[in-house]
């Protein structure tokens, strides 16, 4: 069964720091290139990083410097690490997987709040 769990969304004060783990499993991991999206209220969901196989990151400008991408292939994880974050940063969190060839997955997303 395929399956990406994200975890350790919540609440964060402006500027604070928090990091999201994937947990991937029914798949084989290393084949595939991974991303986080966020969708905030009323808008469009907008892929923030992603990493490929090679772990060649990439990100939106609005957090580059900010936040960073990570995988570990043999625990199956992808990370975001996100640092300095804003307000404008609140939105739900979601884990993607995809590979040329093979249906893209999809966690169940994860809530990060930035208030004070």
């Known amino acids: 069964q395929v399956q990406l769990v994200e975890s350790g969304g919540g609440l964060v004060q402006p500027g604070g720091s928090m990091r999201l783990s994937c947990a991937a499993s029914g798949f084989i991991f290393r084949r595939y290139v991974y991303g986080w999206y966020r969708q905030a209220p009323g808008k469009q969901r907008e892929l923030v990083a992603s990493?490929?196989?090679?772990?060649?990151?990439d990100y939106v400008d609005s957090v580059k410097g900010r936040f960073t991408i990570s995988r570990d292939d043999v625990k199956n994880m992808v990370y975001l690490q996100m640092t300095s974050l804003k307000p404008e940063d609140t939105a739900v969190y979601y884990c993607?997987?995809?590979?040329?060839?093979?249906?893209?997955?999809w966690g169940q997303g994860t809530q990060v709040t930035v208030s004070s």
């Open positions: 990493i490929s196989v090679g772990g060649i990151t």
């Open positions: 993607n997987a995809r590979a040329d060839g093979y249906s893209a997955h």
